[in-house]
């Protein structure tokens, strides 16, 4: 295989129209420092990220059961791996991690139901689409759409450019190995 031409950008690399970014939330993720080579979408990127990452609907751990499964359906080793460790911060059962990569119960059940439907139909049918407006919210449901997109924008970075796991995660890994990807 030959070397990725989008490498996570190191400091000394880093473009100087997006040095706030760098030391914001851009800097401290290889995926990050991979959309740098592009510092116009990065710039773009960082107020949905915000809306995303922070203050979604779908609150903390919908979000994490949301981008797992989107993990698992693209097979992003690296999106897996770094919510792993996410999901985990937040008090998940590792069942419960392992599940989202399998036929996972209950409303987590549910929000899996809708990112495969997402995956395979490119929309949510409309009974689903009512079933988790009645269990989340319609707010929730349409940021677990956007949240679903975001995380397939990343990942199809991520295995473009064969970004490399992050170091702290990988660390983090060897200590407590995750549930198999599938």
Not at 41 to 70: F, T, Y
Not at 114 to 127: G, H, I, Q, S, Y
């Amino acid at each position: 295989m030959t070397a990725s031409p989008c490498l996570p950008l190191g400091d000394s690399d880093w473009p100087t129209e997006i040095a706030d970014l760098r030391d914001r939330f851009a800097g401290a993720l290889n995926v990050y420092r991979t959309m740098a080579h592009h510092p116009a979408l990065l710039r773009a990127w960082a107020p949905l990220r915000q809306h995303i990452v922070k203050d979604s609907a779908l609150g903390p751990e919908r979000s994490e059961v949301v981008i797992l499964r989107a993990a698992y359906r693209m097979g992003s080793e690296y999106e897996w791996l770094h919510h792993v460790g996410r999901a985990r911060k937040l008090g998940f059962a590792e069942a419960r991690i392992a599940a989202l990569a399998g036929h996972p119960a209950g409303e987590d059940g549910l929000i899996a139901g809708a990112v495969d439907a997402l995956f395979d139909l490119r929309r949510l049918p409309e009974a689903l689409e009512a079933e988790l407006a009645a269990a989340i919210g319609r707010h929730a449901v349409i940021d677990l759409i956007a949240t679903v997109g975001f995380y397939s924008v990343l990942g199809y970075l991520l295995m473009t450019y064969d970004t490399p796991i992050d170091a702290d995660v990988t660390a983090e890994m060897a200590i407590a190995p995750p549930p198999a990807l599938g």
